[in-house]
């Protein structure tokens, strides 16, 4: 069973949308009702996937999504960037458990606990996951972290090739465009480029470099 599931998420790392099933499998083992991968990527918008979950609970799931992702718990749990699966609950007070507007939304929804780990990406980006129990079930137990964490060394290479393929994608696309004339570049919502063709590139008297890898209008009048 670990094997096949190894194997999910190796998958998922090359074709996105099984991310959800390898979730689904990995939630399974833990005793979690859902799981989702988020990417952070300096100023741009988070990118994620959650697991597969039941109609009846998914809506009101992907409807706090991206308000979980941007909660102080989740927030301060990934600045700290831990070796391991943690318990999202460590990092709040008990007060703000209960009147987190996320936290609350959640509950209404039937999800407690919640278990996170995050994986720094050489390309700078920040691949977290997180997987959640209905309140039900309780919190988060050693034996249930630790299978977390077996399944870790598997995410987190998984993560790095999805950020790799990502970046080629991007390499892709904008050497599609040179080769019908077209200068291009693909950058961060902060305005760092990521990759340029060589039409782009050799448009000196236009574009210049600036700091942190970013580029401006060389004569903006």
Same mark, same amino acid.
């Given at each position: 069973? #670990?094997?096949?599931?190894?194997d999910?998420?190796?998958?998922a790392?090359?074709?996105p949308e099984l991310w959800?099933?390898?979730l689904?499998?990995a939630g399974?083992?833990?005793?979690?009702?859902?799981?989702?991968?988020f990417?952070?990527?300096?100023d741009?918008?988070?990118?994620g996937r +959650?697991?597969d979950?039941?109609?009846?609970?998914g809506?009101? +799931?992907?409807?706090v999504f991206?308000? #979980?992702?941007?909660s102080?718990?989740?927030?301060r749990?990934?600045?700290?960037?831990?070796?391991?699966? =943690?318990?999202?609950?460590d990092?709040? $007070?008990a007060?703000?458990?209960e009147?987190d507007? =996320?936290?609350?939304? +959640?509950?209404?929804?039937?999800i407690g606990a919640?278990?996170?780990?995050?994986?720094?990406?050489?390309s700078?980006?920040?691949?977290?996951?997180? #997987?959640q129990?209905?309140?039900?079930?309780g919190?988060?137990?050693?034996?249930s972290v630790?299978?977390l964490?077996q399944?870790?060394?598997?995410?987190a290479r998984?993560?790095m090739?999805s950020a790799?393929?990502?970046l080629?994608?991007?390499?892709a696309? =904008?050497?599609?465009?040179e $080769?019908?004339?077209?200068p291009?570049?693909?950058?961060?919502?902060s305005g760092? =480029?990521l990759t340029?063709?060589?039409?782009?590139?050799e448009?000196?008297?236009m574009f210049?470099p600036?700091a942190?890898g970013g580029?401006a209008?060389?004569n903006?009048?």
């Amino acid at each position: 069973m #670990f094997d096949d599931l190894t194997d999910k998420i190796y998958e998922a790392a090359f074709v996105p949308e099984l991310w959800g099933d390898a979730l689904e499998a990995a939630g399974s083992l833990s005793g979690s009702a859902t799981g989702a991968i988020f990417l952070f990527s300096g100023d741009s918008p988070v990118r994620g996937r +959650l697991s597969d979950v039941s109609p009846v609970h998914g809506n009101s +799931l992907r409807s706090v999504f991206d308000e #979980f992702v941007a909660s102080d718990a989740v927030q301060r749990m990934c600045s700290m960037q831990p070796a391991s699966f =943690v318990q999202v609950e460590d990092f709040l $007070t008990a007060e703000e458990v209960e009147r987190d507007p =996320v936290r609350i939304q +959640l509950r209404a929804a039937g999800i407690g606990a919640h278990a996170c780990s995050a994986v720094a990406m050489p390309s700078g980006e920040l691949v977290t996951f997180v #997987f959640q129990r209905w309140m039900k079930d309780g919190t988060y137990d050693r034996a249930s972290v630790d299978r977390l964490d077996q399944l870790r060394p598997h995410f987190a290479r998984a993560g790095m090739v999805s950020a790799r393929l990502g970046l080629e994608r991007a390499r892709a696309t =904008v050497s599609a465009l040179e $080769t019908i004339g077209l200068p291009a570049a693909v950058m961060t919502a902060s305005g760092r =480029v990521l990759t340029a063709n060589g039409l782009l590139e050799e448009m000196t008297e236009m574009f210049l470099p600036t700091a942190y890898g970013g580029m401006a209008i060389a004569n903006a009048s």
